[in-house]
C-alpha cells in the first residue's frame, strides 16, 4: 500500500458547484497534511495545510482530516473557472536517519465548467 | 522576485546523451530538492540537499546526479540519458532544513523543466 492515495480523476464540474478533492494515507503517526495546486504547465505551489486532526478554512477552501480513518479532503465552495488546475495533496513522511520527505498523491485534475 | 528558476524549459535530447538541469532560488533557503512528474506517477522524490554542502537519495535517483554548487543553486545531470527519464523535472527549495521535524514550511517550486529523450 502506498503512503498516501489519491484519485486522479480527472473532475468535471459546473461553475458554482461543491467540489470535493480527497487523499487516504497509511501510517497513523502522520500530522502535517498539506494540499497543493498545480496550474496546467507550472510548478505546484502550497494552497492550504493543516496540522493534526480537525478543519481548516481559508475563504472558499476548507481542509479538513480524519486521522481516525485517515482519511483527508479539501472542499471547494462556489467553484469559479479559475479553480481549473490539478491538486494534490502532500504529507511529511520520515525517510529515516533523522530525514523527513514530502510525499506527494498523484493529484486530481479539476476542471469548473463556465 | 523570481523564487525558483529552472533552466531550460524544454530540451530534447537523443539516448546517451548528457545534460545538466540548472536550479536557482534567490528566497535564501536551505534546503533544495529536484522532482520528476509522470503521468499517473505523480511528483517523485529524486534528490535533495538539506543544506549547502550535503545531498542525499529520494525515491528515484538512478541515472542522476546532483550537486548543490552553493546555497542558491542545485544542479541535477544526466550522464547518459534514456528514453525512461523523459518526463517534466521540477526543482523546489524549501527554508526549513530537511532533516528536521517537518514544519508548515511550504516548498516552493520552479515551472519545470520538460525533457524528452528520444
Known amino acids: 500500500q502506498k503512503e498516501v492515495e489519491q484519485d486522479p480523476g480527472p473532475l468535471s464540474v459546473p461553475e458554482g458547484a461543491i467540489v470535493s478533492l480527497n487523499c487516504t494515507y497509511s501510517?497513523?503517526?502522520?500530522?502535517?497534511f498539506m494540499w497543493y495546486r498545480q496550474y496546467s504547465r507550472k510548478g505546484p505551489e502550497l494552497l492550504m495545510y493543516?496540522?493534526?486532526?480537525g478543519n481548516k478554512e481559508d475563504g472558499r477552501f476548507t481542509a479538513q482530516v480524519d486521522k481516525s480513518s485517515k482519511y483527508i479532503s479539501l472542499f471547494i465552495r462556489d467553484s469559479q473557472p479559475s479553480d481549473s488546475a490539478t491538486y494534490l495533496c502532500a504529507i511529511p513522511t520520515y525517510s529515516g536517519a533523522g530525514s523527513y520527505q514530502l510525499t506527494f498523491g498523484k493529484g486530481t485534475k479539476l476542471s469548473v465548467i463556465p | 522576485n523570481a523564487g525558483v528558476t529552472q533552466t531550460p524549459k524544454f530540451q530534447v535530447l537523443k539516448t546517451g546523451q548528457s545534460m545538466t538541469l540548472q536550479c536557482a532560488q534567490d528566497m535564501n533557503h536551505n534546503s533544495m530538492y529536484w522532482y520528476r512528474q509522470d503521468p499517473g506517477m505523480g511528483l517523485r522524490l529524486i534528490y535533495y540537499?538539506?543544506?549547502?554542502?550535503?545531498?542525499d537519495k529520494g525515491e528515484v535517483p538512478n541515472g542522476y546526479n546532483v550537486s548543490r554548487l552553493n546555497k542558491r543553486e542545485f544542479s541535477l545531470r544526466l550522464e547518459s540519458a534514456a528514453p525512461s527519464q523523459t518526463s517534466v523535472y521540477f526543482c523546489?527549495?524549501?527554508?526549513?532544513?530537511?532533516?528536521?521535524?517537518?514544519?508548515?514550511?511550504?516548498?516552493?517550486f520552479g515551472d519545470g523543466t520538460r525533457l524528452s529523450i528520444l
Open positions: 540537499s538539506a543544506s549547502e554542502g550535503t545531498t
Open positions: 493543516t496540522y493534526s486532526s
Open positions: 523546489a527549495s524549501s527554508e526549513v532544513e530537511a532533516r528536521t521535524v517537518f514544519s508548515n514550511q511550504p516548498q516552493h
Open positions: 501510517n497513523s503517526a502522520f500530522q502535517y
